[in-house]
């Protein structure tokens, strides 16, 4: 199989997509639960940890660039080792796969198909992705250049028109309660987004330029800023208890719009910009499950390892969260420990035993 | 009842679809074959409205210890 080969530019677009993400429909209320008003402030310092931590991961993916992750793995590793924390970085994929997933079928059966069966609209969903997938990483992240303009031009005009009911106030008292809230609100907003981006180091081979890491990065930043001034703007508008008591308060700012009584009910856009950036994230975890199952399991052609993990994926969104304070419970105390062992001691401990190895075969 | 026909005849169709593309490699009929079927013991088992244990109970059980860290 022919490896895919996008351009920088284009990498640095799905990035964006990607950390946009899901992050647009959670990260709001969750961040404004930890830190109240402070939200802004640890969206802030949660962008810079995360920018940090790209720097980590371009460490790692410089030690040989044309290796995707877990083929890394196995050279640093050895076999054995290499392909048991493959699976590892696999089973992380994969149920970040089925929590996308199930944030994006857990929105749409509360605001919009009240009344659909959850199955349905995860099946409906889960076969694009599938589709998607097939069709290989070129054709994605070239479907991801065409909606990008649109995604951005979107989400200028809903700040734009929101902007009018902002109150400055709603910002103050800073710091109230110290840097505790700012911690907390910090370590949720690195988990989110920015963590998860370890998946493009899966992707780091198909980028044909040195410039593979700045793309990261610039992806990155452009990514944290505008969920930054999501953040703002959901507590400027809405105000803090605004956005605490509400489970998607971007959606909730969309309806609020109503610009001279002729632009209004735009919710929909805001709707639509959700699901373009959930769709990209979620067939890019899924591209990275499926090629790093064949590349652990000595599959040639990845394709056919799509419907099989389809299914689980399938079954899995359905199971992983009973409810909906199971959630919110899970996203703000395990997954943060989690995914903070998957994407930051793992990566660095591979990078202590490669530089450890390439020192024993100089000597 | 419909849920389980609907299972078996997407079962039916995704083999039918791949056919071609497994008939090259042996391995990965089998790896096709074994994924396959996990998926649809778990969604026949979903279906049948089993309570499927979540892997983030595991997950939860493993880090307890080190919640206090990020409170």
Redesign the interface.
């Known amino acids: 199989m022919e490896p895919p080969k996008i351009s920088s530019t284009q990498f640095t677009i799905i990035v964006i997509l990607f950390t946009i993400g899901s992050s647009i429909l959670i990260i709001p209320s969750g961040l404004a639960e930890a830190s109240e008003q402070d939200a802004w402030i640890s969206g802030i310092v949660g962008l810079a940890g995360g920018l940090l931590v790209i720097i980590l991961f371009n460490v790692l993916g410089k030690q040989d660039l044309s290796l995707t992750l877990l083929e890394n793995c196995e050279v640093i590793l050895g076999k054995v080792l290499g392909k048991g924390l493959s699976f590892v970085f696999l089973?992380f994929f994969l149920?970040l796969a089925s929590t996308v997933v199930w944030d994006l079928v857990n929105f749409l059966t509360t605001h919009i198909l009240i009344n659909s069966p959850i199955e349905v609209i995860s099946i409906l969903f889960i076969s694009l992705v599938i589709f998607a997938t097939r069709l290989g990483l070129e054709t994605v992240v070239r479907c991801g250049e065409i909606f990008f303009p649109w995604v951005i031009g979107l989400f200028c005009l809903w700040i734009l028109f929101a902007l009018p009911d902002a109150k400055f106030t709603n910002l103050l008292p800073i710091m109230e309660d110290g840097l505790r809230p700012i911690w907390?609100g910090a370590?949720l907003s690195m988990s989110i987004p920015y963590l998860q981006l370890l998946v493009f180091l899966m992707i780091y081979p198909a980028v044909h330029t040195k410039k593979t890491g700045k793309s990261l990065f610039i992806g990155t930043l452009i990514g944290g800023l505008f969920l930054i001034t999501i953040i703002i703007a959901c507590l400027l508008v809405l105000g803090v208890n605004g956005t605490i008591i509400q489970s998607h308060p971007s959606y909730i700012l969309g309806k609020k719009i109503s610009f001279g009584n002729f632009i209004q009910r735009i919710e929909v856009i805001v709707a639509i910009i959700w699901m373009l950036t959930i769709f990209f994230k979620l067939v890019v975890l899924f591209y990275a499950t499926t090629i790093g199952?064949a590349q652990v399991?000595?599959?040639?052609?990845y394709?056919?390892?799509t419907?099989?993990?389809?299914?689980?994926l399938?079954?899995?969104s359905?199971?992983?969260?009973?409810n909906d304070t199971y959630a919110n419970e899970?996203a703000?105390?395990?997954?943060?420990?989690?995914s903070f062992?998957i994407c930051i001691i793992l990566p660095l401990l591979l990078i202590l035993i490669a530089k450890i190895r390439k020192k024993a075969h100089k000597a | 009842m419909w849920p389980i026909i609907g299972i078996c005849i997407s079962l039916v169709a995704i083999v039918l679809f791949e056919r071609p593309r497994l008939k090259k490699h042996k391995k990965d009929t089998w790896i096709f074959s074994i994924l396959l079927f996990i998926g649809f013991g778990l969604s026949i088992a979903q279906s049948l409205d089993y309570h499927l244990p979540t892997p983030f109970d595991f997950i939860t059980f493993l880090y307890k210890p080190v919640q206090f860290l990020f409170q």
């Open positions: 089973s149920l907390k370590t199952f399991l000595g599959v040639r052609d394709r056919i390892l419907f099989p993990l389809g299914i689980i399938l079954v899995l359905l199971i992983i969260f009973p899970f703000t105390t395990s997954w943060l420990p989690y062992t």
